[in-house]
């Protein structure tokens, strides 16, 4: 637990410095207060049969979506954020359109005012996944493309639960402590069934399949988690949103702590146009043994609603 709250302060404290140098917002009301936006980011670019500077023509897109749905009445608050994105791009004379981003998560929490202190008691929900199938490519012996599903809609998904306390400024600066979290893994049997041959089992027991073993098709952790964010504007029609999520699981390796960081930079050029770069980096040792590294530059169309 205390490796959580050492990872949190070093990735926020500095965004915290910031944001409270930012303007107060006046106190918030009661009620529901929702907001969301959707966005098209698309990048191309063509070559034509005489070019002879090198290049392949291609395209990529980027479709994503954000709704925030928060409930206040007197000292209980309920926050609920959706988001989902899928990206893909296409080479030309590539035979197949690859997964340039796939997620879809939400995030629930409840919590009741301590006095009239910026802490809540708290419970929190999250629940992720992906739209589709992820693939890994290769060639076979005529160098013709191979690919290889290795992810699905639900396959991994994860849920995580728990009480804690939750410190929060405003709906732009809150962290949430979870010292009590349990959380459910699952994947389809497809990735995980290898019969019952017991040097098989124990193969692939040695790399389990996002930690859950042979025959199997969910594991179960027990820890603990904290959750952050903070949306800065950084200059008129700069904002910059950093989401961070911890875990430890106290039933095995507790010093591998899982991080979850994305940082969303939103350049507005008008109402509806936008340029966006997101950078998010992960950590999850049952997944991949190091980090995990995403990167995205865009204009598109934005609108909020």
Known sequence: MKKLLVLTALFITPLFMMAQDA??????????????????????????????GGGSSNYSANLGLTYDANYRKGKLTWDN????????????????????????????IV???????????????????QFASGYTYGT????????????????????????????????????????????????????????????AIAAFNESPYFGVEANETTRFEFGASVSAYAKINLMENIAMENVLSLFSNYLEDPQNVDIDYTMNLVMSVNKWITANATFQAI?????????????GLGIGVTYGF
């Not at 907001?35 to 070559?47: D, E, K, P, T, V």
């Not at 009239?116 to 992720?128: A, D, G, T, V």
């Not at 160098?143 to 639960?161: A, C, H, I, M």
Request: without cysteine; charged residues 25%.
């Open 140 to 199: 076979d012996a005529e160098n013709n493309v191979t690919r290889d599903e290795t992810t699905k809609f639900l396959s991994p998904g994860y849920l995580q639960t728990g009480p804690g306390m939750l410190w929060k400024k405003n709906d732009n600066l809150k962290v949430n402590i979870a010292p009590a979290t349990a959380r459910l893994i699952f994947v389809a049997s497809e990735f995980t069934d290898v019969g019952n041959d017991p040097l």
């Open 111 to 129: 919590g009741k005012q301590l006095n009239e202190s910026l802490w809540y008691f708290s419970y929190f929900l999250n629940f992720k996944t």
């Open 283 to 295: 950590y999850d040792d049952n997944a991949v043994k190091g980090f995990q590294i995403r990167e």
């Open 23 to 52: 303007e107060e917002t006046e106190a918030p009301k009661d009620g529901w207060h929702k907001a969301g936006n959707i966005s098209l980011l698309f990048n191309q670019a063509a070559f034509n049969h005489e070019w002879t």
């Open 81 to 108: 954020r959706i988001m989902a994105d899928y990206g893909i791009s296409r080479i030309r004379d590539d035979e197949y359109t690859r997964k340039t981003n796939d997620r879809l998560e939400l995030n629930s």
